[in-house]
């Protein structure tokens, strides 16, 4: 008895949904809508489309089982038929020959070596089984259904019609000077704010020591009290002072105090400095502190110190500490 294992396929396949071949794969059915085509004018009905997958070679018993009781053999003999069949399938897809399952469909090796199933048109659906196709072509009206015209409905034209109504072209021409003008205008300001204007914060000026206050013996400066009296009686009064011609012994700039002959003086020295900044700092500290300071050039350095009246070497000793104490440790007496 010849046993048919590819009829046994076709027939397998109306009952279950895959179907696998032991040793060559297995074809699954899957389920696909009713169709229109719109160029042969046909209405497919639904069906189930065939694939084929190559990974699926275990057995599952199903294929053997059915065999086995269609032909009324032993399972030896329905899985013996099957590896024959399989034998068979294989030999002619190495020879790169297309091996055609009945009703089933087309199956060759690609130039990857890679399995394509090319599917029949059967349907395996048990539902529309049987149903042809139906001819199914677009419904024609000879007649034009007659519309009332609706009346256009006026819309106010917005910014992006205006825009494209104006020729650029023509409105960049007619306006040209203003435009210039106005990137010049443009390009000033830019300037102005961005490079001439100073937005750094002013720095408050700092109270600066009078400089008819340095070097000046402390007996020798006058009240506030004395200049105001002085203003008050030279108010009203229109006073002419002739320059006197200066002598040379004048004109030196000798950076000493001024003495009385009943009075006496020291220079204690706080330090020297070739900054000039570092000497205005330090002479505005001596005057802040209630002091008169003292400065003298020494070459490329300048002697800025204290200048003071005492009575006795006691008022120079006092003096002396209190010094160290506020500017400068090494403070010392260099002139009495």
């Known amino acids: 008895m010849k046993i048919d294992v590819n009829t046994s396929i076709y027939e397998l ?48 018993g199903f294929l053997v089982q059915y065999i086995q009781e269609k032909y009324q053999v032993s399972p030896v003999d329905a899985q013996t038929a099957i590896r024959e069949y399989v034998r068979g399938v294989k030999a002619a ?38 149903l042809p196709k139906v001819e ?8 034009k259904p007659n519309y009332t015209q609706a009346t256009p409905v006026s819309e106010t ?20 000077i203003w435009l210039t003008t106005g ?3 443009l390009l000033l300001a830019i300037v102005y704010f961005g490079f001439l204007r100073n937005d750094d914060p002013v720095t408050p000026p700092v109270a600066g020591i009078p400089d008819e206050r340095v070097n000046i013996s402390p007996s020798m400066s006058t009240t506030e009290e004395e200049e105001d009296a002085a203003l008050l009686d030279t108010n009203n ?6 320059a006197e011609p200066e002598s040379e012994e004048e004109n030196l700039d000798t950076e000493g ?35 008169e300071p003292y400065t003298e050039k020494k070459g490329r350095l300048t002697m800025v110190g204290v200048q003071m009246r005492y009575n006795n070497e006691s008022d120079i000793k006092n003096a002396l500490s ?9 403070a010392k007496v260099v002139k009495k």
């Open 13 to 60: 396949l109306y009952e279950k949904d895959e179907v696998n071949i032991p040793g060559l794969g297995g074809f699954s059915a899957h389920y696909k809508p009713a169709v229109v085509d719109q160029i042969q004018g046909q209405l497919h009905p639904p069906a189930k489309e065939l694939q084929f997958n190559g990974n699926l070679v275990v057995d599952d």
């Open 93 to 130: 897809l190495e020879r790169q020959e297309i091996v055609a399952f009945p009703r089933l469909g087309r199956l060759y090796l690609d130039y990857e070596h890679t399995y394509k199933f090319l599917p029949d048109t059967t349907n395996f659906n048990t539902d529309s089984f049987g």
């Open 136 to 143: 199914a072509y677009p419904i024609a009206h000879n007649n």
């Open 157 to 176: 034209p917005s910014w992006r019609k205006r825009l494209e109504d104006i020729h650029l072209g023509n409105w960049v021409q007619n306006n040209l």
């Open 183 to 185: 990137a010049f205008l």
């Open 237 to 242: 009064e229109e006073t002419v002072i002739e």
């Open 257 to 291: 105090p001024t003495r009385l002959p009943d009075e006496k003086f020291c220079i204690i020295s706080i330090g020297s400095f070739g900054n000039e900044d570092n000497v205005r700092k330090l002479v505005e500290k001596i005057y802040k502190e209630g002091y």
């Open 322 to 330: 209190t010094i160290r104490k506020k500017f400068e440790a090494g």
